[in-house]
């Protein structure tokens, strides 16, 4: 998988020195078509699972924005509520990731949509500690992070 990155890396560097431009604009186009052509060779050289994963990690991504816009909304709902009664709780979220770098990224994604906040992880990797503003369901909670940012992560990354 990160062999065929570098090539497409590589092959859109190419792209951009026959252009004689390195812009950002350029480099993106020359990466989008270097995916193109190595996706119309996938099968001879076995790379199927790189553009799996390539779609994967887009999902995420997207669920990701789909989070935040949503938060965003309900975060401003809760300031400007003329009636403020906010339920402020910290939950322990039991993790199923258990790499390092999945663990941060999850961490990392709680903590960039508003109204949450990653404050720890125990010792032992199993248990994540998050701060949230305004909480109706715990158990609720739990379960959208589990079913959504967890298993995304679980799947784009292993």
């Known amino acids: 998988m990160s062999n065929l990155f570098l090539i497409n890396v590589l092959m859109a560097f190419a792209w951009c020195a026959v252009l004689g431009s390195f812009s ?16 119309l060779t996938r099968e001879q050289h076995q ?11 887009i999902s995420l991504i997207c669920l990701f924005l789909k989070e935040l816009f949503f938060s965003v909304l309900r975060v401003a709902w809760l300031v400007i509520r003329p009636r403020q009664s906010y339920r402020p709780s910290f939950i322990s979220f039991p993790l199923t990731v258990d790499r390092p770098h999945e663990i941060t990224l999850l961490a990392n994604l709680i903590t960039l949509t508003p109204g949450t906040l990653s404050v720890d992880v125990s010792n032992d990797n199993e248990t994540l500690y998050i701060h949230c503003i305004d909480v109706e369901d715990p158990k609720k909670l ?17």
């Open 24 to 39: 950002l604009l350029n480099l993106l186009f020359g990466f989008f078509v270097s995916s193109g052509a190595l996706w």
């Open 47 to 57: 790379t199927t699972k790189y553009f799996k994963r390539v779609w994967l990690i």
């Open 142 to 158: 739990r379960d959208d992070i589990a079913n959504g940012f967890e298993r995304k992560i679980m799947e784009a990354l292993r």
